[in-house]
């Protein structure tokens, strides 16, 4: 299946390509945590995943035409 990778901030050094957009192919019934690990992104970054606009986890599943989007925690006071 194609989905669509949107990476924010520092997440974008984990792009194969070096952009902050761009499509891959993942076998069918893939989940975020599958996508995770083939991006080779640490469990320690404090990032927030959305698929679709909606945040995430790990073991959700992932379909044909999502966009998922990284983006780091925001914090402040």
Same mark, same amino acid.
Do not use: A, I, N
């Given at each position: 299946m194609k989905i669509c990778v949107k990476l924010y901030s520092c997440f974008k050094k984990y792009s194969p390509d070096g952009t902050d957009k761009f499509f891959m192919e993942l076998p069918e @019934?893939?989940? *975020?945590?599958?996508? *995770? @690990?083939k991006l080779d992104v640490p469990g320690e970054t404090g990032c927030r995943i959305l698929v679709n606009g909606q945040f995430s986890k790990l073991g959700d599943v992932l379909g044909h035409g999502d966009t998922i989007t990284f983006f780091p925690l925001i914090s402040g006071g």
């Open positions: @019934k893939s989940t *975020v945590g599958h996508l *995770v @690990k």
